[in-house]
């Protein structure tokens, strides 16, 4: 009878859970040609939180339970994402280095529990994705910007913390927890194409983290008070597990922290360089021009060497997709009334074997292939003929063919970098025809309407830059210029943070949120820094090779809706499910929702006179060669023994010796008293109280 009921309570809860619902993970893939003959290679995989979810990684419902977390964004960058080669970036891109911005629950005001909460985060995700992410716990490396991060509103102020390691190197030792928070950790599905050689030999590598909690708990909440007990670490010590059994309802209460709900996106964005060539099909890479260049055929197995792609066992989904951009299709020569199907073969490439789907924006075709519909990998090593092998195959060499243009590009540079004071130089080009999208209507302005009842225009944008505390930042001297005319800030500014660095070991901070007129070709952005004057103690390991900047942000304030670019099916296959919408493809709609508003500058390093470290090493070095040789001459006196002497010749050898020794003694010891004078102190003191000396002496 009691195994009976055991059999009924495990099928109730098979049947019953919100799991069974509400658990989903999905894996995509997104390959793209270049305009220089690279590839772009972008893996998308989301997770969604629920209630008795065995698919979310442990460690990440940890941190919600135990942390007030209500987003976080965690970036390793290695590479620069050149936009003038390969166009505009269509998702997040970040600097070089490790990036990390959080935001805390909103009943979380207090400062003091939200820099310990930041310290605990920092702390966890260090060890999680062994990084030198402790090192933002730091005050002199993070930052609280209010207008970056917000809402697209400058008069709205959000609370994140913003910290930023350009240093940190990015390598194997990141990637491996990154693929064990997902299901399948790197055995099955699209993790399989991850050859460590690949993706560490790629031109730009970003590998991304985003999580977003979903409600609130009471419960979730750090104390402040690093003496008290309940603190994050004991928390995490004494979290009961996900997996416990719940009541006898099957119902968890509405405060429990399992009862949340969260989604964690983890990305990986790469551009593949190109195979070696032979000398005379080198491909041309110019910054300037890069005219016609030689394309190799996409094929992942080639790309990842790998036998194919096959599906994640635990996936709701896995979807491959071939993004052809519509500049691309222009140079194919298609009719004017050509239908999407000439994505898939015409006189420029060919698609093999014929995706499942079509669609098309107003910007790229994208054939997509569902792996799902092939046989599920249960082994790593799987026949290819149980795999999805998708290819492009080109048919015409050279393609001359330009990358789209960016709207806009930002740059910071550093004049006078060899002197004691230098300035910081921020700068911003507009593109005439590709700014439409970051310009904003005037609508709280109607006066400005010009002579045809039109609205008129602007571009608003907000600056975000911060400063460690060596470089002391001269606010007195900001000078603004648009198209080479000086400005006044007073008359363009719409609001401003500026928080000046405390002393050693702080951070400054600056904000500006400008308004200018819609014909704006430039901007320049200048302020004076003084350098500080270091210790021995403030360098870093490599003092020599300089100090870094970090990057600026330039946030664009557009939030128009028209801007977005929605996705469309134009063709499907008999195999291709009808149910299928573009509301489960979670690519697209990322693709779709961003708008490129948010751009950094790359970082700069700038020199600071250091001091020459060899001195202490060879005061090191001459000290010790004194010591040993002291020593040694002490230890051969008294415990050297001669050989062949007589009893007699040997009593004089041994009072010789303890001579020689006392000699060696006292001139060390004089030698010691001469130059410590505390040493001199104390025996003085010795010989009054001995008598041997009068106290006025």
């Known amino acids: 009878m009691v195994w009976k009921v055991a059999i009924c309570a495990v099928l109730r809860l098979l049947l019953l859970s919100p799991c069974a619902i509400k658990a989903k993970f999905t894996e995509e893939l997104l390959v793209q040609p270049l305009s220089d003959g690279t590839t772009l290679v972008h893996f998308h995989f989301q997770s969604e939180l629920a209630t008795n979810d065995l698919i979310f990684p442990k460690a990440i419902r940890h941190l919600i339970v135990n942390l007030p977390v209500q987003e976080l964004d965690l970036a390793f960058v290695r590479g620069r994402w050149f936009a003038d080669r390969w166009g505009p970036p269509q998702l997040p891109v970040t600097p070089p280095g490790a990036t990390l911005r959080s935001r805390f629950l909103p009943h979380i005001q207090d400062m003091q529990e939200m820099q310990y909460a930041w310290g605990n985060l920092t702390h966890t995700l260090s060890g999680l994705f062994c ?3 402790n090192f933002l716990a730091d005050a002199a490396m993070v930052s609280m910007p209010v207008h970056a991060f917000g809402d697209h509103n400058p008069e709205v102020a959000t609370q994140w913390f913003y910290g930023s390691l350009p240093r940190e190197a990015v390598c194997t030792e990141n990637l491996t927890p990154w693929l064990k928070l997902l299901p399948c950790q790197g055995r099955q599905g699209l993790t399989q194409l991850m ?3 690949t993706l560490y030999g790629a031109s730009f590598h970003a590998m991304r983290v985003h999580l977003q909690v979903h409600g609130q708990a009471h419960n979730r909440s750090c104390a402040a008070d690093t003496g008290s007990g309940n603190t994050c670490a004991n928390n995490m010590a004494d979290m009961p597990d996900p997996d416990a059994q719940q009541d006898a309802q099957g119902n968890a209460s509405h405060d429990s922290p399992h009862a949340l709900e969260a989604t964690l996106t983890q990305t990986l964005t790469l551009v593949l360089r190109p195979e070696q060539l032979h000398t005379q099909d080198k491909i041309q890479t110019t910054f300037s021009n890069f005219g016609k260049v030689v394309h190799q055929n996409i094929d992942l197995q080639r790309l990842f060497n790998v036998p194919g792609v096959a599906a994640c066992s635990k996936a709701t989904h896995t979807h491959v997709y071939f993004s052809m951009p519509k500049s691309l299709l222009a140079k194919a020569d298609l009719p004017q009334n050509a239908s999407d199907l000439q994505a898939i073969s015409n006189s420029l490439y060919s698609a093999s074997p014929a995706p499942d789907t079509v669609i098309s924006s107003s910007s790229a075709v994208l054939l997509l292939y569902n792996v799902t519909a092939f046989k599920k990998a249960e082994q790593p090593g799987m026949p290819s003929e149980q795999c999805s092998q998708p290819s492009l195959t080109w048919h015409q060499q050279p393609v001359d063919w330009q990358a789209q243009t960016p709207p806009v590009q930002v740059q910071q540079s550093v004049a006078g970098r060899f002197g004691d004071r230098g300035t910081l130089v921020l700068q911003m080009h507009l593109h005439e025809t590709a700014k439409a999208s970051l310009l904003t209507s005037n609508l709280e302005h109607s006066s400005q309407k010009n002579l045809t009842g039109q609205e008129s225009q602007s571009l608003r944008f907000c600056i975000f830059q911060m400063v460690p505390w060596y470089f002391r930042l001269l606010y007195h001297t900001m000078h603004f210029r648009v198209d080479d005319q000086d400005v006044k800030l007073d008359d363009v500014l719409l609001a401003h943070h500026l928080q000046p660095a405390e002393g050693p070991g702080t951070i400054a901070l600056l904000e500006l949120c400008l308004r200018l007129p819609a014909a704006t070709a430039t901007g320049l952005l200048t302020i004076d820094f003084q350098k500080a004057f270091l210790t021995v103690f403030d360098h870093p390991p490599d003092a020599h090779r300089g100090f870094d900047v970090p990057a600026a942000l330039f946030t664009f304030l557009d939030s128009e809706a028209e801007h977005q670019d929605p996705w469309m099916v134009t063709h499907r296959t ?13 690519i697209l709609q990322h693709l779709a929702t961003y708008k490129g508003s948010r751009i950094y500058t790359t970082g700069v390093l700038v020199p600071l006179p250091s001091p020459d470290f060899s001195m202490p090493y060879n005061v090191c070095c001459l000290t010790c060669t004194v010591l040993a040789i002291y020593i040694l001459g002490v230890m051969s006196l008294v415990f050297g023994k001669p050989e062949d002497a007589s009893e007699s010749v040997k009593a004089k050898d041994k009072y010789k010796r303890f001579l020689r020794m006392g000699i060696l003694l006292v001139c060390f010891l004089g030698l010691a008293v001469a130059l410590d004078k505390s040493l001199q ?17």
């Open 131 to 133: 990084s030198s992410l």
């Open 195 to 197: 050859d460590r050689p």
């Open 681 to 697: 102190r104390q025996l003085q003191q010795l010989l009054v109280e001995l008598g041997l000396i009068n106290e006025q002496v």
């Open 574 to 586: 008999h195999a291709a499910p009808q149910s299928d919408t573009l509301a489960d493809h979670n």
